[in-house]
């Protein structure tokens, strides 16, 4: 009989965020695999719940030695249940390698959703959310970490990232020179926690409150880039090649215009200019 694995969100602060669900498979799975099994017990204790699973680690340092293991127990019928400190596993947390090998293995995975640094941050952050990337945490190395936020200036979409602590200050400086110094951010601290912050304004701002340092699990939110709006005289070429490839003078600008946000007119009177 197969059994399955189950990817469980656990709380990000507050316990109380806990789902019935997360508590009945804690006390029903076979095996637990847990990021830090010492948090796992915390996290029962507070709940107020025990647990007859086994119970065996799973970080960063074990995935590869440990999910052989477990894809065998699967096999075997055991439902094996998968949480890491805080959150969804496998987003910028250990799961990934497991959920892998058990798609490799045509075993049976589900999950069961629970709280979100991503999302919860994203909803407090008073910034757009209709579009939006997940960045995880960037390269520590300043020069990497530059480099990547210079290949995001001109990403459009609302941005997230988590950050230690200690590299806050760093990360919003960094921010500030590729990005722009008034890009509008959130930095979100201890979210669901008691000391739960949401610090807002321009990325130069946050950086120069961050100096004095920062504390707890840190989510940083960041608008994404506006859209500049096109020169007519830069899509001169685009209606000169449609016209080459048969198309009248009015209806290339027409599809140009249209296509690049720009009036018809003013796109019009640019190759016309540009005729002389």
Excluded at 244 to 260: Q, T
């Amino acid at each position: 009989m197969t059994g399955r694995l189950v990817l469980a969100g656990t709380p990000i602060g507050d316990v109380e965020d806990a789902s019935p669900r997360l508590r009945r498979l804690l006390v029903e799975a076979d095996v637990i695999a847990a990021e830090d099994t010492r948090r796992l017990s915390g996290m029962l204790q507070r709940l107020g719940i025990t647990t007859a699973a086994r119970v065996v680690s799973y970080f960063e340092g074990n995935e590869a030695s440990r999910t052989p293991g477990l894809i065998e127990s699967i096999r075997d019928g055991a439902t094996v249940l998968l949480i890491t400190d805080a959150g969804m596993p496998s987003v910028s947390d250990p799961g990934y390698r497991l959920v892998v090998a058990c798609v490799e293995a045509g075993l049976p995975l589900t999950a069961a959703p629970g709280p979100s640094a991503v999302l919860t941050a994203l909803a407090v952050s008073g910034l757009p959310v209709d579009r939006f990337t997940f960045e995880g945490f960037l390269p520590r190395k300043a020069g990497e970490r530059g480099r990547r936020l210079a290949e995001l200036a001109a990403e459009p979409r609302t941005m997230v990232f988590f950050e230690a602590p200690h590299r806050l200050a760093e990360f919003l400086a960094d921010a500030a020179t590729a990005l722009g110094e008034d890009r509008p951010a959130a930095v979100c601290r201890e979210l669901t926690k008691t000391y739960e912050e949401v610090r807002r304004g321009g990325l130069a701002e946050l950086a120069e409150w961050a100096k004095d340092g920062a504390r707890g699990e840190i989510t940083v939110v960041i608008a994404g880039a506006i859209a500049r709006a096109a020169d007519p005289a830069e899509l001169v070429d685009e209606v000169e090649a449609l016209i080459a490839g048969g198309a009248k003078l009015k209806v290339a600008c027409g599809e140009v215009a249209a296509r690049a946000g720009v009036a018809r007119n003013a796109l019009y009177a640019a190759v016309l200019a540009a005729r002389g």
